[in-house]
């Protein structure tokens, strides 16, 4: 593969110094393994602390082709943020209702209509019930949010991992002293 790609290298460099010849442009000399490239676990942070998928989008676009694979999590990501703030405002909503339904049972005596069917004991139920459960998506958006700026620090970390496909283990018998025998592990990473 090596070879293959010095002869694809050589190659167009001739090529490249055959069109230098009839023009006066010089043609800038990329370099293939370039690995001062830093890719910024900060900067992931910050961009999915800031909008929320932004750091798992960074992250995608670090990444080396063949490797792609952080797009997906961001609508996924706008799915718990918005699921969990449809329940936070339609308990925080119903909450209210019956609390201004049990005032109004204090109030005057009578409920609505629409709560008739409930005593006060339920009616003070069913406000505890959704309080509880608005706290609940509280908790579930604010855990949503903070798993995503994890995630996008965390896959940070590993867009420039590498592991090559030359990855070796090898297991030998070995005598530790003469009379124990023992396993030794060999790793070998190329």
């Known amino acids: 593969m090596k070879v293959l790609l010095l002869f694809i290298t050589l190659l167009s460099s001739v090529?490249?110094?055959?069109?230098?010849?009839?023009?006066?442009?010089?043609?800038?000399v990329v370099n293939v393994d370039d690995t001062s490239y830093h890719h910024s676990v900060k900067k992931a942070f910050i961009y999915s602390a800031i909008i929320p998928g932004t750091?798992?989008?960074?992250?995608?676009?670090?990444?080396?082709?063949?490797?792609?694979?952080?797009?997906?999590?961001v609508p996924l990501i706008y799915a718990g943020l918005g699921v969990t703030t449809y329940f936070l405002v339609s308990k925080q909503a119903k909450q209210k209702e019956f609390?201004?339904?049990?005032?109004?049972?204090?109030?005057?005596?009578?409920?609505?209509?629409k709560w008739s069917a409930y005593d006060d004991a339920g009616i003070l139920t069913l406000y505890q019930d959704n309080l509880k459960w608005r706290d609940m998506s509280i908790l579930a958006l604010g855990l949503v949010y903070i798993?995503?700026?994890?995630?996008?620090g965390v896959e940070a970390h590993f867009v420039n991992f590498d592991v090559s496909e030359d990855l070796s283990l090898k297991i030998d018998p070995v005598m530790l002293d003469f009379r124990t025998a023992g396993i030794r592990l060999a790793f070998s990473f190329h």
């Open 147 to 152: 798993l995503q700026v994890a995630d996008a």
């Open 15 to 28: 090529s490249f110094a055959q069109q230098d010849m009839n023009t006066e442009e010089e043609i800038p």
């Open 99 to 113: 609390r201004a339904e049990y005032q109004l049972r204090l109030d005057t005596g009578a409920g609505s209509t």
């Open 55 to 73: 750091g798992q989008i960074y992250n995608h676009i670090a990444m080396p082709k063949g490797k792609k694979k952080a797009f997906w999590k």
